[in-house]
């Protein structure tokens, strides 16, 4: 009810206020599942979570935050955490020619490397066989993005993106092999489970208003946490995106010696994923992980 009475509004904007609506609907569009006073519309995935497993994983809490405000402005290009961290990117935004190569990556069964299966085990390049979409090379961008933030052994095909902290007036390569560029492929990575079901029924990058599947709001708003009376069609891919995010900052940090030890088990990290994601409200699932990030 509440969710229709929104969009009433939103079509009333629309009507009234065309400069307004475009805000919203920017916001509504891509399905930012949470904006509060302090914080600008934002994926609790991508921010709030990902900062709390980045903490479980062994980072310190600064690391932690700057991972998660760099995971969460890869989809806008800019955002201020709520420590007061700000971001600017170029070349990752999700509206610009770029943005199907950082939000739409193709993933394989296992990592570049062969070294550890990516949750789940598909390839989805698969999808695009015989398709005019179908994977370069046969090889999925999100091996490409691996290579570099991990390995800094390749430069993503698109260019390699800039990152400013003083609201865009430095810019600076991200350099390969490092903490920035690891924050931007988790994103490509998360984003590789929520754009899946859409790639599978459609053999489609992008969100368009049919099917389910590849819609923004309603897949990500409602499908991916289970929000819907008939199935939970979403539900699998969120955790199956959390999982992985968990497997890549633990993988990161022995490929880079960082030698303090996770604060979670993977039991642990296993646990606290599945209840994240029961959690049907954004606002709830923001402060769960803002617990666990604060206390652990
Ligand atoms: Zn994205
Ligand atoms: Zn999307």
């Known amino acids: 009810m509440l969710r229709i009475h929104h969009r009433l509004t939103i079509m009333l904007l629309l009507v009234f206020s065309p400069a307004v609506f475009a805000s919203v609907l920017h916001f509504k569009n891509f399905g930012e599942d949470l904006q509060t006073k302090a914080l600008a519309p934002h994926s609790t995935f ?23 405000v760099i995971d969460e402005a890869t989809d806008a290009g800019a955002f201020t955490g709520e420590k007061g961290l700000s971001v600017t990117l170029q070349g990752t935004k999700r509206v610009s020619a770029d943005g199907l190569y950082w939000h739409f990556a193709r993933r394989d069964r296992d990592n570049v490397t062969n070294e550890f299966t990516y949750p789940g085990a598909r390839n989805t390049c698969a999808y695009f066989s015989g398709s005019a979409d179908m994977c370069g090379n046969n090889q999925p961008e999100l091996d490409e993005i691996e290579n570099w933030a991990v390995y800094g052994r ?9 990152i400013s902290y003083d609201g865009g007036n430095a810019y600076q390569e991200v350099a390969g092999k490092s903490m920035e560029a690891l924050a931007i492929y988790l994103h490509a990575l998360a984003d590789s489970y929520s754009h899946e079901a859409c790639m ?22 409602d499908e991916e946490y289970g929000r819907n009376e008939n199935k939970q069609a979403g539900v699998s891919y969120t955790e199956e995106a959390a999982l992985a995010t968990w497997q890549v900052l633990k993988w990161f940090r022995q490929q880079n010696g960082l030698s303090a030890n996770a604060r979670w088990s993977d039991a642990q990290a296993e646990s606290f994923i599945k209840k994240w994601i029961s959690l049907e409200q954004a606002l709830m699932r923001r402060e769960l992980a803002v617990k666990v990030f604060e206390t652990l």
């Open 46 to 68: 991508h921010y709030e979570l990902t900062r709390a497993l980045a903490k479980a994983a062994g980072f310190t809490a600064e690391e932690a935050e700057r991972i998660a």
């Open 200 to 221: 599978k029924a459609e053999q489609f990058r992008g969100h368009k208003p049919r099917p389910l599947e590849c819609t923004a709001v309603d897949w990500h708003l």
């Open 154 to 162: 390749a430069t993503p095909s698109t260019g390699t993106p800039q």
